[in-house]
């Protein structure tokens, strides 16, 4: 079974630029969840989907950022435009309801 | 709400020693409990969690871990690390109903010296 595809691992770009983060999760998972890590804190969530459907969204930091899901499938995390304090490691996680989560391996984001 | 504390960020241990790295949360309701590990340019693993049941959960790897609910911890231990163990360790926790997200640590790195 493939596992939680993310890319790219890593991005560089400057500030004001846009960037789209690509999460793959395991075939018939339901459930998708974005978190982020900024350098030395804490991983945070982000948000949640079902399916297509945005489920929880409280931790999406401000409106320069953008998660979709099309057709419950594959999701993207689109920043725009990037700042500084956007720079982390951003993971994309599935689950399959009833069940536990899959983590991928992170986008590393480095905003210059 | 709930948050967890992970009082030490670095840990160094010699190989073959035991280790034991620090989790604490608060939460008013119930939470289910976890450590994962992250090696190098790797994604996050599970290693182990509390669900319910007996307090002494053991994991992959050879780790283990004991909630305690009236000190509101969960600490890992191993009884004796090898060099393949460094890597960063985080705890979570999650509600026990509805979306499921965690809630993490800041993260212990585990730094098992020859």
């Known amino acids: 079974e493939a596992g939680v595809t993310q890319f790219p691992s890593h991005s560089v770009i400057e500030k004001g630029q846009t960037v789209t983060l690509r999460c793959d999760p395991i075939?018939?998972?339901?459930?998708l969840y974005w978190y982020r890590r900024v350098m030395g804190k804490e991983i945070k969530f982000l948000l949640h989907?079902?399916?297509?459907?945005?489920?929880?969204e409280s931790g999406m930091p401000n409106n320069r950022f953008l998660a979709e899901r099309t057709g419950g499938t594959y999701s993207t995390l689109k920043v725009q435009p990037a700042e500084l304090e956007d720079s982390g490691v951003y993971f994309c996680?599935?689950?399959?309801?009833?069940?536990?989560?899959?983590f991928g391996s992170g986008t590393r984001l480095t905003v210059v | 709400a709930q948050s967890v504390t992970q009082l030490d960020s670095q840990v160094p241990v010699f190989e073959e020693a035991p280790v034991e790295l620090r989790c604490n949360y608060s939460s008013s309701v119930s939470v289910y409990l976890f450590w994962y590990v992250q090696y190098p340019n790797q994604g996050l693993q599970l290693l182990l969690k509390y669900l319910s049941g007996s307090t002494l959960v053991k994991g992959i790897n050879g780790f283990e871990a004991e909630f305690n609910k009236s000190q509101t911890s969960f600490h890992l231990r191993k009884p004796s690390v090898h060099i393949s163990d460094t890597a960063e360790y985080f705890c979570?926790?999650?509600?026990?109903?509805?979306?499921?997200?965690?809630?993490f640590g800041t993260g212990t790195r585990l730094k098992v010296l020859a």
């Open positions: 989907f079902v399916k297509e459907s945005k489920q929880d």
């Open positions: 075939s018939g998972h339901d459930n």
């Open positions: 996680a599935s689950r399959q309801t009833g069940y536990g989560y899959t």
């Open positions: 979570a926790v999650s509600l026990t109903s509805g979306t499921y997200k965690y809630i």
